[in-house]
């Protein structure tokens, strides 16, 4: 008996957790409007508790009465939720497949659109941005990078990254088919390096919330890379028709390397372009 009382104590403690979190969440989103009701249920839990301890509570409902009543709990919540890991040309083989599969159609459109959704704290989209001017396209090209974020966009924006950090990133350009030194675009402030400002001159940094808000334009390319990953089955559905929407015919949708539209509704819609890489090109 004493080990069926514990082992429902330990149910109920569990069941008990989830009504927590559930209601947290929906108090969120209906205070504010931030919707992580979808999210990866074991990613938000340990983001839920790591906010608990380190506001010195004792459980998510105080947590939950805490983010209500005060707008710098709220942030620090809203900022343990981003997932912000990235860096310069991630993945270098994602880039060189784009230089040498994409880069090609791309050549043929008067304009280009680029869309790089969840864009963190912007090394991708800077990335990008080199990659298309070495490509001599850059010019003809604007990028939205958009996060839900608005301290990480911050950060996009001003260019300023670790100098400690160059020495990755230099060597992921390299391997990504770089054609010069990567020196040649920033210059050392201190302990940290400033990108030029040329590599944003057609660069519109903006928030945007995947989960509730709408496609606000066509695309010719879609980059969203390491996001998925975090959400359930049913909003990355929600997701994937979202980017079919915004995508031209022929547009091309990018993942992470542990993202798939195997399946999603959309599979059919699209080809893959790369043996090696997530690179697909809608085609219906």
Request: charged share 25%; glycine share 4%; with cysteine.
């Amino acid at each position: 008996m004493r080990y069926r009382m514990n082992e429902y104590k330990d149910n109920s403690n569990e069941d008990l957790e989830k009504i927590e979190i559930d209601l947290l969440l929906q108090g969120l989103y209906a205070w504010c409007g931030y919707d992580y009701r979808n999210y990866a249920f074991n990613s938000i839990r340990r983001r839920i508790w790591y906010r608990v301890h380190a506001e010195k509570l004792s459980s998510i409902t105080g947590l939950t009465e805490k983010i209500l009543h005060d707008s710098a709990c709220l942030k620090r919540l809203i900022s343990d939720f981003s997932i912000n890991v990235t860096e310069m040309f991630r993945d270098p083989v994602f880039f060189l497949n784009f230089r040498e599969l994409v880069v090609p159609i791309l050549r043929t459109y008067p304009s280009i659109r680029v869309w790089h959704a969840g864009c963190s704290t912007g090394e991708e989209v800077y990335s990008m941005a080199i990659l298309l001017q070495e490509e001599g396209l850059y010019d003809k090209t604007k990028i939205y990078a958009t996060d839900i974020n608005a301290t990480v966009l911050k950060i996009a924006k001003s260019g300023l990254y670790p100098l400690e950090n160059m020495r990755k990133f230099t060597s992921n350009y390299i391997q990504a088919g770089g054609k010069q030194a990567f020196s040649d675009y920033y210059n050392v402030v201190n302990n940290r390096v400033q990108f030029h400002s040329d590599l944003t001159k057609n660069v519109v940094f903006a928030q945007h919330n995947l989960v509730t808000d709408r496609s606000f334009n066509e695309f010719h390319v879609i980059l969203c890379r390491n996001v998925l990953i975090y959400f359930n089955n049913a909003l990355q559905q929600k997701v994937h028709n979202l980017f079919y929407e915004s995508l031209g015919m022929f547009g091309i949708l990018g993942l992470g390397d542990k993202e798939t539209i195997a399946y999603t509704n959309e599979r059919n819609y699209y080809e893959q372009i790369s043996a090696s890489q997530k690179i697909y090109k809608k085609i219906k």
